[in-house]
């Protein structure tokens, strides 16, 4: 349990760091360093994980698989699980997305501006109102 919010955790060593059933209302981790990190269960509001480090992260696992408004921008998603994830209105700009399952995942007005989508699992994925402007497909 617990949460943080309006925390700033920016460029934090945060690796293999137990955060199970965790809230993050508009935390700021920003350039953190979560591999390993456990997210089974947490909850994430507006939070900031531009350029964070999720190497063996399971994104698929936060709480109801939702990422809505979070903030991915350039962040090394390559062959990451997140089929049927919530990433509504999410900032996916400049993302690694190479080979990231998405299928069935709702993309609805995601911003993918330059995200590198190279063989990615886009299979009835919701991209209505998604910006795909300058994106690698």
Do not use: C, P, W
Request: charged share 25%.
């Amino acid at each position: 349990g617990g949460g943080f919010t309006n925390a700033l955790l920016v460029d934090s060593d945060l690796r293999d760091a137990n955060f199970s059933n965790v809230v993050f209302i508009e935390t700021n981790m920003q350039g953190a360093d979560l591999s390993g990190a456990i997210l089974e269960g947490a909850l994430f509001q507006q939070a900031i994980l531009s350029g964070a480090s999720l190497k063996g992260v399971r994104l698929d696992l936060v709480e109801n698989k939702n990422l809505t408004y979070v903030d991915l921008s350039k962040t090394d998603l390559r062959s990451f699980e997140l089929r049927g994830m919530d990433l509504r209105m999410a900032d996916l700009s400049e993302a690694d997305l190479r080979g990231a399952d998405l299928s069935g995942a709702d993309l609805r007005h995601a911003d993918l501006t330059g995200a590198d989508l190279t063989a990615a699992d886009l299979r009835g994925a919701n991209l209505e109102g998604a910006d795909l402007e300058g994106a690698i497909t």
